[in-house]
């Protein structure tokens, strides 16, 4: 059974920084790409990143492109979310997925989210 879990997620002012990490297991990973997305209330969830496991390739997202960067740790089957400049419209739910490419309708696998709380 395929598990991801979230943490990281936290409160932090305008400016600041964050590390989300998510912990992957159940099954391998090679061939996947593994990605972070995310929701704010009242709105679609949004693609921020993703990166191919066997190949570190990586692609973001405009909005985050500069700020947020991803990475992994195949020995520890885990991947980051480094978040820098945070702003206050970075608040929302962070989920990270298994799957293929960048949309939500290609992903396999969630985890159960992390707040980001960003305060002006």
């Known amino acids: 059974q395929v598990q991801l879990v979230e943490s990281g997620g936290g409160s932090v002012q305008a400016g600041g920084s964050l590390r989300l990490s998510c912990a992957a297991s159940?099954?391998?990973?090679?061939?996947?790409?593994m990605g972070w997305f995310r929701q704010a209330p009242g709105k679609e969830r949004e693609f921020l990143a993703t990166i191919t496991w066997s190949s570190g390739h990586t692609y973001y997202a405009n909005s985050v492109k500069g700020r947020f960067t991803i990475s992994r740790d195949n020995a520890k089957n885990t991947v980051y979310l480094q978040m820098n400049s945070l702003k206050p419209e970075d608040t929302a739910v962070y989920y990270c997925?298994?799957?293929?490419?960048?949309?939500?309708?290609?992903?396999?696998?969630w985890g159960q989210g992390t707040q980001v709380t960003v305060s002006s």
């Open positions: 997925a298994v799957g293929y490419g960048s949309t939500s309708g290609g992903q396999q696998y």
């Open positions: 159940g099954r391998a990973f090679s061939g996947y790409t």
